[in-house]
């Protein structure tokens, strides 16, 4: 099929590759123009396992201008970011109403627009379609409108694309929805349609739940290490109950990334303003927050006064497997170094440049250069800390690393 991906980042990009690896005609569209180019070059501007061969080897179009290439589309996969980066309760609907504005104008008779960015319910229908219908075309009518919500892992995307446990569908009619399901027809997991609300609604709960696990465990592990036990045998325990399940119970310093807070403090901004506060979805939140000062008390228990004293940071992506670094635990727990007077001194294999736009002020060196300092802090799970040798240090570990264990002070967050 004839398809556009809007937006180029971490799920355009991938939407874009992994179709077209399936025999599509993929334009990607971005108005950052350096990223075009980049991947005009076959060059690859994130750190995603497999989706640099993937670009290297499919054929791809890629432009920033957004007008022709929707003339000849089928379908326009809208992927652009609706995060309002100021850690606010709601969601920018900017690029997105740009793009549905733009795609409203150049739009040829046909087309189904398919809106992947996250968007909480009643989005499309409120927003998106009018804006779409400017011209005087109608939706469901004249051309479709679909929302298919993402649910990639970063660091496991490509794979996750391509091999989902289930493809969610919210359709205008069932002519848009058709569209889509044939163009996943291959894809082996279930097809699940519905309209297009509880489409944008099943992102979000989601998503909620999987936070919501996460502060579970993590505050089970704040108990269990008062009493001496270890979480991860708890965790072990109840995760053969399969109305539990074993995934997602690993114990820590919480979740960050640039979908689960966001789009938490989303869900609680709408639920608050249609006049019910979610209380659960809130203390969610605050249990993860407070994560981040319980490594920080952790720490000061072996180094009370924190002024003057080098604290290395191993691990500055949100998790292992990617360089992005938004809503990074690191940026917390860094910010309480830096306001007790400590210098830090930070490691990651991929995300350090990116880091570093946002902390010019620490200092970037090799594991071992971190190592050397006078307590060590493990804040993303990458497999080659468990490699180092923590012998003789301080450690305080958010991501259970086993061998950190053999340091001469160490401290797990939850165990
Ligand atoms: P991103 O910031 O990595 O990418 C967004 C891209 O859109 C950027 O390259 C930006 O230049 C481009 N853009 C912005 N305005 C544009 C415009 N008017 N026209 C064309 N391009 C424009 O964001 P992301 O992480 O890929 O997330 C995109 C959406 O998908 C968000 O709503 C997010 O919540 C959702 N989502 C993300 C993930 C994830 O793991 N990152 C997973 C599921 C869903």
């Known amino acids: 099929m004839n398809i556009s991906v809007i937006g180029a980042g971490y799920v355009g990009l991938i939407t874009g590759a992994c179709l077209a690896k399936l025999g599509n005609q993929v334009t990607l569209i971005d108005t950052d123009k350096e990223k075009i180019e980049a991947i005009k070059r076959g060059e690859c501007p994130i750190f995603e396992k497999g989706l640099e061969d993937i670009l290297r080897t499919a054929q791809?179009?890629?432009?920033?201008d957004i007008g022709s290439a929707i003339k000849t589309s089928e379908i326009s996969f809208v992927c652009v970011g609706t995060d309002p980066g100021d850690g606010s309760y709601s969601i920018d609907l900017r690029s997105v109403s740009e793009v549905a504005e733009a795609i409203g104008e150049a739009s040829n008779d046909h087309c189904l627009t398919v809106i992947k960015s996250t968007v909480v319910p009643e989005t499309t229908e409120e927003v998106i379609i009018p804006l779409l219908e400017k011209n005087g075309r109608k939706a469901g009518v004249d051309f479709g409108v679909c929302v298919n919500p993402e649910f990639l892992r970063e660091g496991?995307?490509?794979?996750?694309?391509?091999n989902p446990d289930r493809?969610?569908?919210?359709?205008?009619n069932k002519q848009s929805g058709d569209i889509l399901a044939d163009l996943y027809k291959g894809f082996g997991c279930p097809?699940?349609?519905?309209d297009l609300r509880t489409a944008e609604a099943i992102k979000y709960a989601s998503n909620a739940f999987l936070a919501a696990k996460i502060s579970f465990i993590n505050e089970i592990g704040n108990i269990c290490k008062e009493l001496s036990i270890d979480t991860y045998n708890v965790a072990k325990g109840i995760g053969y109950d399969p109305r539990i399940g074993d995934k997602f119970l690993n114990a820590g310093i919480g979740f960050g990334g640039s979908c689960l807070p966001k789009d938490l403090r989303a869900l609680i901004g709408q639920s608050v303003?249609?006049?019910?506060?979610?209380?659960?979805?809130?203390?969610?939140?605050?249990?993860?927050?407070?994560?981040?000062l319980r490594m920080i008390r952790l720490l000061k228990k072996h180094i009370p006064d924190l002024r003057g004293k080098n604290i290395g940071i191993l691990g500055l992506a949100f998790k292992a497997g990617t360089d992005d670094v938004r809503e990074s635990k690191?940026?917390?727990?860094?910010?309480?170094?830096l306001s007790e007077g400590a210098k830090v001194r930070a490691y990651d294999p991929v995300?350090?440049?990116?880091?570093?736009r946002l902390f010019p002020e620490i200092t970037y060196g090799?594991?071992?250069a971190v190592l050397a300092s006078d307590a060590i802090l493990i804040l993303t799970e990458w497999q080659e800390f468990a490699s180092l040798d923590y012998a003789g240090k301080i450690v305080i570990d958010g991501k259970r690393i086993l061998k950190a264990r053999r340091a001469k002070i160490y401290e797990g967050i939850c165990w």
Not at 60 to 64: G, K, M, N
Not at 330 to 337: E, R
């Open 167 to 172: 493809i969610v569908i919210g359709e205008i």
């Open 273 to 292: 303003s249609i006049g019910y506060r979610p209380r659960l979805l809130e203390e969610v939140l605050n249990v993860n927050e407070a994560q981040n």
């Open 191 to 194: 097809i699940l349609r519905f």
């Open 60 to 64: 791809l179009d890629a432009r920033s």
């Open 156 to 162: 496991f995307a490509v794979e996750d694309f391509l």
């Open 330 to 337: 690191a940026i917390g727990v860094i910010n309480a170094l």
């Open 351 to 356: 995300a350090m440049d990116n880091f570093r």
């Open 366 to 368: 090799s594991a071992e």
